[in-house]
Nanobody, 119 residues
Framework: QVQLVESGGGLVQSGGSLRLSCESTVRPIGINAMGWYRQTPGKQRELVAGVTSGGNTNYADSVKGRFTIARDNTKNMVYLQMNSLKPEDTGVYFC?????????????WGQGTQVTVSS
C-alpha cells in the first residue's frame, strides 16, 4: 500500500505558483524529517527542500526565496509552496520521509507528482 501520497502538481506558466501536498497515510511523521526531491531526465534525484523533525528547513540554492516547506504533524502532512516558478523547476517531485531527524537516507517515497513550468 502507498504510504506517502503527493498531490498538487500541474502545468503553470513562468511566474506562477503551485502548492504540493504530501500525506503520510500509515505512519505518523512527527519524529521524522520530511523532504521534497526533484527528478528530471538524465539527472540524479536532488533534494530541493527539507525539514527536520525539529522544524529546521533547508533548500537547494536554486529555489531559495521562492519555495517554502512546511509540516503539519497533527495531520501527517507536508507541503511545498512554490512561487515565482521557472522552467528549470520542471520535474517530478517526490515526497520522502527521512530515517530519523534528518532527511538523509529516506525510508519512504511517494509516487511523485509532475510539475511543468512553461515559458
Amino acid at each position: 500500500q502507498v504510504q506517502l501520497v503527493e498531490s498538487g502538481g500541474g502545468l503553470v506558466q513562468s511566474g506562477g505558483s503551485l502548492r504540493l501536498s504530501c500525506e503520510s497515510t500509515v505512519r505518523p511523521i512527527g519524529i521524522n524529517a520530511m523532504g521534497w526531491y526533484r527528478q528530471t531526465p538524465g539527472k540524479q534525484r536532488e533534494l530541493v527542500a527539507g525539514v527536520t523533525s525539529g522544524g529546521n528547513t533547508n533548500y537547494a540554492d536554486s529555489v531559495k526565496g521562492r519555495f517554502t516547506i512546511a509540516r503539519d504533524n497533527t495531520k501527517n502532512m507536508v507541503y511545498l509552496q512554490m512561487n515565482s516558478l521557472k522552467p528549470e523547476d520542471t520535474g517530478v517531485y517526490f515526497c520522502a520521509m527521512g530515517r530519523g531527524e534528518y532527511i538523509k537516507d529516506p525510508i519512504l517515497w511517494g509516487q511523485g507528482t509532475q510539475v511543468t513550468v512553461s515559458s
